[in-house]
């Protein structure tokens, strides 16, 4: 059973930084691409960044330079760093799995709220 569970969401003003954290269960990362995505509230979901194996990780061209995605397979984690946060980053971050970058993501953790005021 495919768990994931998203930390480090919270409040910050334009410009400033988070790091996002998404907890994996065992086998979670046996999958080989991990996404994060985030979603406004009516807004379709976007994704935002993805890693995929010992691919270079991709990254949607509105966080492109900003955002970085990394993981610790020995901890089981997986990590969002946010850097020069805009208004429009905010969002509910989720991270998730699949077999491609690109492809049908199965499992989705909870979510953690970002919200970066100007």
């Known amino acids: 059973q495919v768990q994931l569970e998203e930390s480090g969401g919270g409040s910050v003003q334009a410009g400033g930084s988070l790091r996002l954290s998404c907890a994996a269960s065992?086998?979670?990362?046996?999958?080989?691409?991990i996404g994060w995505f985030r979603q406004a509230p009516g807004k379709e979901r976007e994704g935002v960044a993805c890693?995929?194996?010992?691919?270079?990780?991709r990254y949607s061209d509105a966080v492109k330079g900003r955002f970085t995605i990394s993981r610790n397979n020995a901890r089981r984690m997986v990590y969002l760093q946010m850097n020069s946060l805009k208004p429009d980053d905010t969002g509910v971050y989720h991270c998730?799995?699949?077999?491609?970058?690109?492809?049908?993501?199965?499992?989705w953790g909870q979510g953690t709220e970002v919200t970066v005021s100007s």
């Open positions: 065992a086998f979670a990362l046996d999958y080989y691409a």
């Open positions: 890693l995929a194996g010992r691919d270079s990780p």
């Open positions: 998730a799995t699949a077999v491609a970058c690109g492809g049908d993501y199965n499992y």
